[in-house]
């Protein structure tokens, strides 16, 4: 079936370090791609998203970009800050669906240490 | 900031046993949806909901599950015969678009 396969599943990076998430997925007819923030007992919360065709999107310290042909798309947060710690999931739609019909990563836990 | 709400936060119930799961979405959003997080794995969707019907459903979404929007407002899935392989987190998620989505807390269902 379709997947989303999310890297590293851990991360750990001093304050102020960039962070960088990455994710392949197989669903060549994939054309929306969000990110997901899940601090410690709350929901996923939407911080940045891109669609196929558009190569990288910037929201201040976050960005996304986005390589269709390869199939993988990566996060990536510059001067990151302690509350940047939390879960975060790479999500793709789904071939032949609607875009909130999502494929999910692993998620990948990260740790901004001070 | 408007935010999808989900009771309760945790639901332990005996095998066998029917559970309501309820979720109140943010209100001038048309789109639903039911998503579930079974530990240490990914989030699976299950279901969306689109006016007044089911508009997608995934493999998971068995005949022993239901979803409701009974008063307009909430918006329900329903288990009618738990298994222990229910237990999981599921979550809530309404959308304007159909492509932003906005999660609840969820809630954690124990099968016991």
Same mark, same amino acid.
């Given at each position: 079936?379709?997947?989303?396969?999310?890297?590293?599943?851990?991360l750990s990076?001093?304050?102020?370090d960039s962070?960088v998430? %990455?994710c392949?997925?197989?669903?060549?007819?994939s054309?929306y791609f969000?990110?997901?923030?899940q601090e410690?007992?709350?929901?996923?919360q939407?911080?940045i998203?891109?669609r196929?065709n558009v190569?990288?999107? %910037?929201?201040q310290?976050?960005?996304?970009?986005?390589? %269709?042909t @390869?199939k993988?798309?990566s996060l990536?947060?510059?001067?990151?800050?302690?509350e940047?710690s939390?879960?975060y999931?790479? @999500?793709?739609?789904?071939?032949?669906?609607?875009?909130?019909?999502l494929?999910?990563g692993?998620?990948?836990k990260?740790?901004?240490?001070p | $900031? !408007?935010e999808?709400? =989900?009771?309760?936060?945790h =639901?332990?119930?005996?095998m066998?046993q029917e559970?309501i799961?309820?979720?109140? !979405?943010?209100? &001038?959003h048309l789109y639903?949806y039911?998503?579930r997080?079974?530990?240490?794995?990914?989030?699976e969707f299950l279901?969306?909901?689109y &006016?007044? $019907?089911?508009s $997608?459903k995934? $493999?998971?979404?068995?005949d022993? +599950?239901?979803?409701e929007r009974?008063d307009?407002?909430?918006?329900?899935?329903?288990i009618?015969?738990?298994?222990l392989e229910?237990?999981?987190?599921y979550?809530?998620?309404?959308?304007e678009?159909?492509?932003k989505?906005f +999660?609840?807390?969820g809630?954690q269902?124990?099968?016991?």
């Amino acid at each position: 079936g379709e997947n989303v396969e999310q890297h590293p599943s851990t991360l750990s990076v001093q304050e102020g370090d960039s962070a960088v998430i %990455k994710c392949t997925y197989s669903d060549s007819a994939s054309n929306y791609f969000p990110w997901y923030k899940q601090e410690l007992g709350k929901g996923p919360q939407l911080i940045i998203d891109i669609r196929s065709n558009v190569g990288e999107k %910037k929201d201040q310290r976050i960005a996304v970009t986005l390589n %269709k042909t @390869a199939k993988h798309f990566s996060l990536h947060i510059t001067e990151t800050q302690p509350e940047d710690s939390a879960v975060y999931f790479c @999500a793709a739609s789904f071939r032949g669906g609607s875009q909130g019909n999502l494929i999910f990563g692993k998620g990948t836990k990260l740790s901004v240490k001070p | $900031e !408007p935010e999808v709400t =989900q009771t309760p936060s945790h =639901q332990v119930t005996q095998m066998g046993q029917e559970v309501i799961l309820r979720c109140v !979405p943010i209100s &001038n959003h048309l789109y639903f949806y039911w998503y579930r997080q079974i530990l240490g794995q990914k989030v699976e969707f299950l279901v969306s909901f689109y &006016n007044n $019907e089911i508009s $997608e459903k995934s $493999e998971i979404f068995d005949d022993q +599950f239901s979803v409701e929007r009974p008063d307009g407002s909430n918006f329900t899935l329903k288990i009618r015969s738990t298994k222990l392989e229910d237990s999981a987190m599921y979550f809530c998620a309404s959308s304007e678009d159909n492509e932003k989505l906005f +999660f609840g807390s969820g809630t954690q269902l124990s099968v016991l």
